[in-house]
């Protein structure tokens, strides 16, 4: 069965940096597209960044261009959320989503703050 399994969340001051993983299995993996989401308490759940099969096109919402990066390693079957200069209003709960799937991760929660 598709499982998606987050990784690397955590407690990181205004400024620090992050770098979330997922690991994939149940499907073939580089066949699909990947994105990452994330949920603030409170409010809806969002696409931060999305990223192609093969990794040829990345896509990014305005609040996190410039600092963060989404990259995949096809043959680990794993996608990555890089996070740099990281802010109060990023913390959330981070998910890994194959949209073709409409399968979720459980989500890691990241935390910014002073």
């Known amino acids: 069965q598709v499982q998606l399994v987050e990784s690397g969340g955590g407690l990181v001051q205004p400024g620090g940096s992050l770098r979330l993983s997922c690991a994939a299995s149940g499907f073939t993996f580089s066949n699909y597209g990947m994105s990452w989401y994330r949920q603030a308490p409170g409010k809806e759940r969002d696409m931060v960044a999305g990223?192609?099969?093969?990794?040829?096109?990345?896509n990014y919402a305005d609040s996190v261009k410039g600092r963060f990066t989404i990259s995949r390693d096809n043959g680990k079957k794993m996608v990555y959320l890089e996070m740099n200069s990281l802010k109060a209003e990023d913390t959330a709960v981070y998910y890994c989503f194959v949209g073709r799937l409409g399968a979720w991760g459980q989500g890691t929660q990241v935390t910014v703050s002073s």
């Open positions: 990223i192609s099969n093969l990794g040829g096109v990345r």
